[in-house]
């Protein structure tokens, strides 16, 4: 029951943040989905009795909830861009591609995927549709911001579906991963950074023409 | 004995109607550091309209004048319709879950023309704000509907509360419910209840010329709107400890677990109002695309059988 409504939350979320305009709102919207993603893992924990998953869902909280959207804020802070996120789709247009990417998750789990029926069933779509929806956001928003938001929410997904169908992966591939990506956002960040020093700019659409 | 049943939970429902509002103005002014009015203040303000005198225009017709009965009685047959503390009500076999949103287009209705009766501006203005965000949100309550229709095989509020298990497309239809319930009792993304600037009201432009008696049944008829739609989340969607018979024990748990359900919902919105700002008239309709896309999403996952 529990499970079922932080699932719900989590593409609830996931729905917010495509249809957000603006920096501050996707940013938002990954924390609350990293949060319920923590309150989650914690209960799959308490239910499995498994010390890692606890270990797990604390880093999580750490790196996710807390130091990432940190970093995130800082960079939006230093490099003082306009708050519109820059949209290749209106906010309208893309729920609804947002939609088709549950159905399609749907479908595919229930033709493709042979997990027995329950939890690990709703978890698994909720979390394809959850990494379609990060690749969505990093293909279809124009600041460089996005990108690393919607890699971010990809991630997400990737947790959940690991969770979702083998009780999350082997303890130090997830340090690993934790790890990885913390380092990956603070790389682009720096990289975002040098982005807009060079071009005064981070639209990721205006960087195909050269600079004159 | 069940109709006894039906008539007392509807009188109590009503009693306590003006309560929810009080609960969460109490809650808003509490997050916001103040004190704020007692959580009977509803009840006050109902008294003294009711013991003022009522002005009516000279251009107002018999429409101005009959609109508040007629909003108050939609809003109480909508009441009639829904369970709340047990779900075997004999009254169900007068209409289905779908019905309560029409009978509530009904009282909506009248209370635009009520707005447009007396040909003020502001009148004018509200209703047709009105008109075009309640056009935006119906299909979505009627949609979220369906979704619990679906999970039940059928419209009727009894079957729908006595399901064991919550589907994982009924939370999803809860959601896009609360979107709902944010623009009917004019919350704050869409609307504002507290202030009467000008520029941002909607429901209290158009109910704008209304004083005295009929401002304050008009007001009971939002209190008990309202809680029609928070028992359509409380007690059709979330039937936790809804009580079948009527023992006194179970009567009991479900009166306390409806409570505890409230006033969880109250919370929710309270912190909703605090931390969002108004948004623009036209910001509406993206709001609106939201909530419809999450409900269509809870009729395509409870297709799939989930």
């Keep these: 029951m529990f499970v079922d409504i932080l699932l719900s939350a989590i593409l609830i979320t996931g729905f917010l943040m495509i249809a957000a305009k603006r920096i ?19 209960l799959l924990a308490y239910k499995s009795h498994s010390v890692e998953l606890y270990v797990v869902a604390g880093l999580l909280f750490v790196v996710k909830v807390i130091l990432i959207p940190h ?85 997400n997904g990737l947790f959940l ?52 | 004995m069940d109709i006894p049943i039906c008539i007392g939970q509807t009188l109590l429902l009503m009693l306590f109607a003006p309560l929810v509002s009080g ?44 609109t508040p009965f007629i909003v108050l009685a939609s809003s109480i047959s909508a009441l009639l319709l829904v369970p709340a503390f047990v779900s075997r009500i004999s ?29 003020s501006a502001f009148g004018g203005m509200g209703s047709s704000r009105e008109m075009f965000i309640s056009s935006l949100i119906e299909p979505v309550a009627v949609m979220s509907i369906f979704v619990v229709s679906l999970n039940a095989h059928s419209t009727n509020p009894q079957i729908i509360s006595s399901m064991p298990v919550v589907a994982f497309s009924s939370i999803i239809a809860a959601t896009s419910l609360f979107f709902v319930i944010i623009a009917e009792t004019s919350r704050i993304p869409v609307d504002n209840q ?9 429901h209290e432009a158009m109910v704008l010329e209304y004083s005295g008696r009929s401002l304050a049944l008009i007001e009971i008829a939002s209190y008990i709107k309202q809680i029609v739609f928070f028992s359509l989340i ?55 695309s939201i909530a419809f896309v999450l409900s269509v999403l809870g009729v395509i996952i409870s297709s799939m059988g989930r």
């Design chain 1, 24 to 42: 501050g709102a996707i940013i938002k919207g990954f924390i609350s989905q990293s949060l319920i993603l923590f309150l989650l893992t914690l």
């Design chain 1, 71 to 155: 970093f995130l804020s800082r960079i939006v802070k230093k490099i003082k861009v306009d708050e519109n996120l820059g949209l290749f789709l209106n906010p309208t247009v893309s729920i609804f591609v947002a939609l088709f990417f549950v159905y399609l998750s749907y479908i595919f789990t229930d033709k493709i995927v042979c997990v027995e029926e329950g939890i690990e069933h709703g978890a698994f779509s909720v979390s394809l549709s959850v990494i379609l929806m990060g690749m969505f956001i990093m293909i279809f928003r124009m600041k460089a911001i996005a990108q690393i938001v919607g890699l971010l929410v990809t991630e």
């Design chain 1, 161 to 212: 579906a690991a969770a979702s169908v083998s009780g999350g992966m082997p303890f130090f591939v997830e340090i690993a991963v934790f790890f990885d990506i913390f380092l990956c956002v603070i790389i682009l960040e720096l990289f975002v950074y040098k982005i807009n020093k060079a071009f005064t700019h981070i639209d990721v659409h205006r960087l195909n023409g050269l600079k004159g």
């Design chain 2, 23 to 66: 609960i969460i103005k109490k809650i808003k002014n509490n997050l916001r550091m103040r004190i704020g009015a007692s959580v009977f203040q509803p009840y006050y303000n109902l008294a003294k309209l009711f013991a003022k005198e009522e002005v009516v225009s000279h251009n107002a017709s018999w429409i101005f004048r009959v």
């Design chain 2, 91 to 119: 009254l169900n076999s007068m209409g289905d879950l779908l019905l309560i949103v029409f009978v509530l287009a009904l009282g909506r209705f009248f209370l635009a023309l009520a707005g447009l009766d007396t040909g």
């Design chain 2, 194 to 202: 507290e202030t009467h600037l000008e520029l941002t009201m909607v």
């Design chain 2, 234 to 288: 409380a007690s059709v969607i979330f039937p936790w400890g809804i009580s079948s018979g009527i023992s006194i024990d179970s009567l009991l748990i479900s009166i306390g677990a409806y409570c505890m359900k409230i006033t969880i919902l109250c919370v929710f919105i309270s912190v909703l109002e605090v931390s969002a700002a108004k948004m623009r008239l036209f910001r509406v309709v993206d709001f609106a």
